[in-house]
């Protein structure tokens, strides 16, 4: 899947500004924002319901706005997963389901798929008696039902407890194996963290930063859309010793961009690119002066340090 320039307008507002988005075969990318930064407008012109003003979207090769058979022959190959709604409020799962199942050439089977998720016990509820859990694991088998190869999958495992989220990571992760291509959008940064390959950040329509995971939470900003910063803010160490160290050696004897300080008196703390020579270096210095750091603590710089730094920490409406 491939987004090029990608500009939506609802009268003055833009709500995607020129948005460039690539989602390669068998990867998972998460696309992040807080609210209003034009996730779902992005996520609605991929799959066919919201026609760009400006730019391309492919989807497996597809134009969704060349024509019917086009848009035809992409919804056959791709599954939609809603956050809410689009099930009848008196329909049960297993018909439900094998309602979906019949729409496809060679879908999976509906049975399986609830055993699969859990809710083979609730296949004869109507919707309206699940719980919210519940609901949202039908609208996954929903999306997963007739074997797509791009599946959107907007709050996966909102509602969920502890067990059923794992659950449904572990689905999400053999999904990849198999190559299917997954788009996830989540306010949940510990699953993205978790599941994604790639992240997209954006907000007020535009990229604020694209990486892994691993590269995103090893830089403190960006230097443009997708641009690696500073390498200061990755990562702290903590520990406590004998009030008065003279840390300007240990600040010299640390990789450019670490930041040595104490306090309060007898509590250090090492901010900056800490990676396994940085904290060798604070070891080694700590043992050269007979010190023994007590409750050592390394920190890394998590997924949602990372957004709230790009996007504001304040509330947003």
Same mark, same amino acid.
């Given at each position: 899947m491939e987004i090029l320039g990608l500009v939506k307008r609802y009268g003055s507002a833009t709500? +995607?500004? $020129?948005?460039?988005?690539?989602?390669?075969?068998?990867?998972?990318?998460a696309l992040l924002g807080p609210?209003?930064?034009g996730k779902t407008t992005t996520v609605e012109a991929c799959?066919?319901?919201?026609?760009?003003?400006?730019?391309?979207?492919? +989807?497996? $090769?597809i134009d969704p706005y060349s024509g019917p058979r086009a848009h035809a022959d992409l919804t056959a190959r791709i599954g939609v997963m809603l956050q809410d709604g689009g099930i009848y409020?008196?329909?049960?799962?297993r018909e439900v389901l094998r309602l979906q199942a019949a729409l496809y050439a060679n879908p999976l089977d509906p049975d399986a798929l609830l055993d699969l998720l859990g809710i083979a016990h609730v296949a004869n509820r109507p919707f309206r008696r699940l719980s919210g859990g519940e609901q949202q694991r039908l609208s996954l088998a929903l999306a997963l039902i007739g074997r797509p190869e791009l599946v959107f999958l907007d709050e996966p495992t909102a509602g969920l407890d502890p067990h059923a989220r794992h659950t449904?990571?572990?689905i999400l992760r053999d999904l990849r194996t198999a190559g299917v291509s997954i788009l996830l959008t989540t306010h949940l940064l510990d699953e993205a963290e978790e599941l994604a390959d790639h992240v997209v950040i954006i907000d007020r329509g535009s990229v604020l930063a694209a990486g892994s995971p691993q590269e995103l939470t090893a830089v403190s900003g960006t230097s443009g859309p997708g641009g690696a910063g500073s390498a200061s803010g990755a990562g702290?160490?903590?520990?406590?010793?004998?009030?008065?160290?003279?840390?300007?050696?240990l600040q010299t004897a640390l990789p450019e961009g670490c930041t040595v300080t104490e306090?309060?008196?007898?509590?250090?703390?090492?901010t900056g690119a800490v990676d396994p020579q940085a904290l060798a270096t604070v070891t080694s210095w700590c043992a050269s002066r007979g010190v023994m750091p007590q409750d050592l603590i390394v920190d890394r710089r998590s997924l949602e340090d990372v957004f709230l730094d790009l996007t504001g920490r304040q509330v947003r409406p």
């Amino acid at each position: 899947m491939e987004i090029l320039g990608l500009v939506k307008r609802y009268g003055s507002a833009t709500a +995607v500004n $020129g948005l460039d988005l690539r989602l390669e075969s068998g990867h998972t990318l998460a696309l992040l924002g807080p609210n209003g930064a034009g996730k779902t407008t992005t996520v609605e012109a991929c799959e066919g319901f919201r026609r760009p003003d400006a730019g391309t979207v492919r +989807v497996l $090769g597809i134009d969704p706005y060349s024509g019917p058979r086009a848009h035809a022959d992409l919804t056959a190959r791709i599954g939609v997963m809603l956050q809410d709604g689009g099930i009848y409020p008196a329909g049960r799962p297993r018909e439900v389901l094998r309602l979906q199942a019949a729409l496809y050439a060679n879908p999976l089977d509906p049975d399986a798929l609830l055993d699969l998720l859990g809710i083979a016990h609730v296949a004869n509820r109507p919707f309206r008696r699940l719980s919210g859990g519940e609901q949202q694991r039908l609208s996954l088998a929903l999306a997963l039902i007739g074997r797509p190869e791009l599946v959107f999958l907007d709050e996966p495992t909102a509602g969920l407890d502890p067990h059923a989220r794992h659950t449904v990571w572990d689905i999400l992760r053999d999904l990849r194996t198999a190559g299917v291509s997954i788009l996830l959008t989540t306010h949940l940064l510990d699953e993205a963290e978790e599941l994604a390959d790639h992240v997209v950040i954006i907000d007020r329509g535009s990229v604020l930063a694209a990486g892994s995971p691993q590269e995103l939470t090893a830089v403190s900003g960006t230097s443009g859309p997708g641009g690696a910063g500073s390498a200061s803010g990755a990562g702290e160490v903590r520990f406590r010793a004998p009030s008065g160290l003279p840390i300007d050696a240990l600040q010299t004897a640390l990789p450019e961009g670490c930041t040595v300080t104490e306090a309060p008196s007898g509590h250090y703390r090492i901010t900056g690119a800490v990676d396994p020579q940085a904290l060798a270096t604070v070891t080694s210095w700590c043992a050269s002066r007979g010190v023994m750091p007590q409750d050592l603590i390394v920190d890394r710089r998590s997924l949602e340090d990372v957004f709230l730094d790009l996007t504001g920490r304040q509330v947003r409406p």
